[in-house]
């Protein structure tokens, strides 16, 4: 029943309403696994990714680099990286900004989550324009659509657009495409497979 009432706010809800809305639901996420296939002008990647509170992440590359690992926790605001696969030599402990691990658009690792894709695309809404669409299909499953444009030349962290997908039922992320002040494609990511508050060990942050 519950689950019911939630799928039909979520259809109801317009524009900056589903914004909020998907924010609030983050906000109760403790836990999510979810691949991350992206693609932009440098060639793409594809990442096993595990998010747990207040901030703990994994990243298994699949490509380029498969078999690399990192992990990084907030409480010592530090990155471990395995180059080569975990327990292998080396195991390199960097800080978040570090060059090696940021992405080819200068994304940090602690930055990475969807609780910052969902405040980033906010940040924009504020000083833009946000346009919603009811209820359509990707890849078979249905979805609800926010498209958010700055201002002028006014952008986030160098994004001026965001087209962002989110599932109709959990208003998770299922796509989002970043542009930039030329309406050029930045990055499109896919998240896929997505599992909400799914139990993930110490261990798994800790091997």
């Known amino acids: 029943m519950l689950g019911a009432m939630m799928v039909s706010v979520a259809l109801s809800a317009s524009g900056a309403d589903l914004l909020d809305l998907a924010i609030e639901r983050f906000s109760t996420v403790d836990s ?5 296939r992206s693609s932009h002008a440098e060639g793409g990647e594809e990442i096993r990714y595990f998010y747990r509170k207040p901030g703990l992440i994994r990243m298994e590359f699949v490509r380029p680099h498969a078999g690399a690992m990192l992990i990084y926790n907030p409480s ?23 060059l090696l691990i940021r992405s080819p658009r200068g994304q940090r690792v602690d930055h990475s989550d969807v609780g ?57 992320p299922v796509e989002v495409i970043s542009r930039d002040l ?3 494609i930045i990055e499109t990511v896919h998240m896929d497979d997505a599992e909400i508050n799914t139990p993930l060990p110490d261990t798994l942050f800790d091997p």
Do not use: C, M
């Open 116 to 172: 910052t894709l969902l405040n980033n695309v906010k940040a924009l809404q504020r000083g833009g324009k946000l346009e919603s669409h009811d209820e359509e299909t990707l890849a078979g499953r249905p979805v609800r659509y926010i498209d958010v444009s700055g201002t002028s030349d006014f952008a986030i962290a160098g994004v001026h657009r965001y087209q962002l997908w989110l599932d109709a039922s959990s208003l998770f």
């Open 182 to 184: 030329k309406n050029a």
């Open 32 to 36: 999510y696994r979810v691949t991350i």
């Open 76 to 98: 010592t605001q530090r990155v471990r990286l395995w180059p080569f696969g975990a327990g292998r030599f080396p195991e390199l402990n960097l800080s978040p900004g570090n």
